[in-house]
């Protein structure tokens, strides 16, 4: 059973930095890149960043380059986004998403609420 689990979600102030985890099981992890997406409410979802199956190559929205890094621990079947200088517009619900070919798979969301 493929199984997508985030963590690390929670209230931050702005300025703060937060750690998403996204444990993965039930599939070949190292062969899937893996990219965290996020909802804000009454937005779309959108792509916040991606890294490749070797973690050999990031891509990242623009709007959360140099505060925001994307690894992953193929050891541990785990990816990370680590988030520095959070800002109140940072807040939404954040995915974990993994995608080989045509075989796609969801994490159900980790709240990350940015607020004084």
């Known amino acids: 059973q493929v199984q997508l689990m985030e963590s690390g979600g929670g209230l931050v102030q702005p300025g703060g930095s937060l750690r998403l985890s996204c444990a993965a099981s039930g599939f070949t992890f190292s062969a899937y890149a893996m990219s965290w997406y996020r909802q804000a409410p009454g937005k779309e979802r959108e792509l916040v960043a991606t890294?490749?199956?070797?973690?050999?190559?990031?891509n990242y929205l623009d709007s959360v380059e140099g505060r925001f890094t994307i690894s992953r621990d193929n050891a541990k079947n785990t990816v990370y986004l680590q988030m520095i200088s959070l800002k109140a517009e940072d807040t939404a619900v954040y995915y974990c998403?993994?995608?080989?070919?045509?075989?796609?798979?969801w994490g159900q969301g980790t709240q990350v609420t940015v607020s004084s």
């Open positions: 890294i490749t199956n070797a973690g050999d190559s990031t």
């Open positions: 998403h993994a995608q080989l070919w045509r075989l796609s798979y």
